[in-house]
Nanobody, 121 residues
Framework: QVQLAESGGGLVQPGGSLRLSCAAS????????MSWYRQAPGKQRDLVAT???????NYSDSVKGRFTISRDNAKNTVSLQMNSLKPDGPAVYYC???????????????WGEGTLVTVSS
């Protein structure tokens, strides 16, 4: 029914910026809250930021003041603007969305495949 596709990852220097995007596609769906997660090699997947459909945001302490999450409900997209990136090495950023099936009104979570971000000199 729904697919999530992340984009915008790549190699960036410490202190640099990167903007990630996630687009939902499919049919007969409505998107609720959307989130970005980060997972470094050998580590658990951690929540980075969340935004509700109405635009209310929440950030992890580690990114507060540096990252900004935003969304465009008309386009079914969510973005993560990452500034002042720290030299933490590679990590995969995942997009997650709460999705309502507009025929059945069933709600479930969808995950994207992730996009790789490497912060290194």
């Amino acid at each position: 029914q729904v697919q999530l596709a992340e984009s915008g990852g790549g190699l960036v220097q410490p202190g640099g910026s990167l903007r990630l995007s996630c687009a939902a596609s499919g049919s007969l769906f409505s998107i609720g809250a959307m989130s970005w997660y980060r997972q470094a090699p050998g580590k658990q997947r951690d929540l980075v930021a969340t935004i509700t459909r109405a635009g209310s945001t929440n950030y992890s302490d580690s990114v507060k003041g540096r990252f900004t999450i935003s969304r465009d409900n008309a386009k079914n997209t969510v973005s993560l603007q990452m500034n002042s990136l720290k030299p933490d090495g590679p990590a995969v950023y995942y997009c997650k969305a709460g999705v309502t099936n507009t025929l059945t009104f069933r709600v479930r979570e969808y995950w994207g495949e992730g996009t790789l971000v490497t912060v290194s000199s």
